[in-house]
C-alpha cells in the first residue's frame, strides 16, 4: 500500500484558513486521495476526496499537486467544531480497506 | 436517513466472557467493514463483508474473533473468552455498492466501547 506523511500537529486561531499537508510520493495512477477526520469520541468521519483536479465541498477544499506527490486539504474557516484528528488516505484500487496513518491532531484556538 | 448504527454503544465484560458487538448499515449498502482502535493508538482495519460472504479477514486476530453479515439483520463481531487486551473502541462503517469511482468512501458509527475487566 502506497504511504502517506502528514505533521502530527497542527493549530489554528478559530475563523482562520487552516491548510493540513499530505505527502504521498509513492501514489499509484488509479490511487483516489481521500480524507477523513475524527472527532473526540466519534467514529471517523469522511471529509472529500479526489483524483486529479482540485475538489470542493461544503466541509472542504482538497488541492492537488499537478505531480499527485502532496495534497493539502484546506479548511477555509475553521471553526473549534473542527478541532479533530485528520487522516489522508490513499486507495480506490488495490481493494476496500482504509489504512489509517497517525493522521494530523488540529487543534483550534478560539 | 439513518446512519450506521452501532450497538452496544458501551460493552463491559469480564475476562473469559463472550463479546457481540452489532452494527447496522446505512440503508442501501451492502458492504460492511470493521475497524479497532486500541487505547491511543490509529484505526485498524479488521474485515470486510458483504451480504453473507467474508471478502477480507485479513486484519482479523486469528483466534477468538469472528464476523458475520447474514441476509438478515446486522452485521456481528464477535469476540469469544475476552482478555484485557481487547479493550478498545470497535467501529463498524458501510459503503454502496460501487457505482462510480470512489469506490472507496465508508461512512462510520459512533463505535462500541468495549471494556475487559
Known amino acids: 500500500d502506497a504511504k502517506t506523511t502528514q505533521p502530527n500537529s497542527m493549530e489554528s486561531n478559530e475563523e482562520e484558513p487552516v491548510h493540513l499537508p499530505c505527502n504521498h510520493s509513492t501514489i499509484s495512477g488509479t490511487d483516489y486521495i481521500h480524507w477523513y477526520r475524527q472527532l473526540p469520541s466519534q467514529g471517523p468521519e469522511y471529509v472529500i476526496h479526489g483524483l486529479t483536479s482540485n475538489v470542493n465541498n461544503r466541509m472542504a477544499s482538497l488541492a492537488i499537486a499537478e505531480d499527485r506527490k502532496s495534497s493539502t486539504l484546506i479548511l477555509h474557516r475553521a471553526t473549534l467544531r473542527d478541532a479533530a484528528v485528520y487522516y489522508c488516505i490513499l486507495g480506490g484500487s488495490s481493494g476496500d480497506k482504509l489504512t489509517f496513518g497517525t493522521g494530523t491532531r488540529l487543534a483550534v484556538r478560539p | ?117
Open chain 2, 1 to 117: 436517513n439513518a446512519g450506521v448504527m452501532q450497538n452496544p454503544r458501551h460493552l463491559v465484560r469480564r475476562r473469559g466472557q463472550e463479546a457481540r458487538l452489532r452494527c447496522s448499515p446505512m440503508k442501501g449498502h451492502s458492504h460492511v467493514y470493521w475497524y479497532r482502535q486500541l487505547p491511543e493508538e490509529g484505526l485498524k482495519f479488521m474485515v470486510y463483508l458483504q451480504k453473507e460472504n467474508i471478502i477480507d479477514e485479513s486484519g482479523m486476530p486469528k483466534e477468538r474473533f469472528s464476523a458475520e453479515f447474514p441476509k438478515e439483520g446486522p452485521s456481528i463481531l464477535r469476540i469469544q473468552q475476552v482478555v484485557r487486551g481487547d479493550s478498545a473502541a470497535y467501529f463498524c462503517a458501510s459503503s454502496p455498492v460501487d457505482r462510480g469511482k470512489a469506490k472507496n468512501i465508508q461512512y462510520f458509527g459512533a463505535g462500541t466501547r468495549l471494556s475487559v475487566l
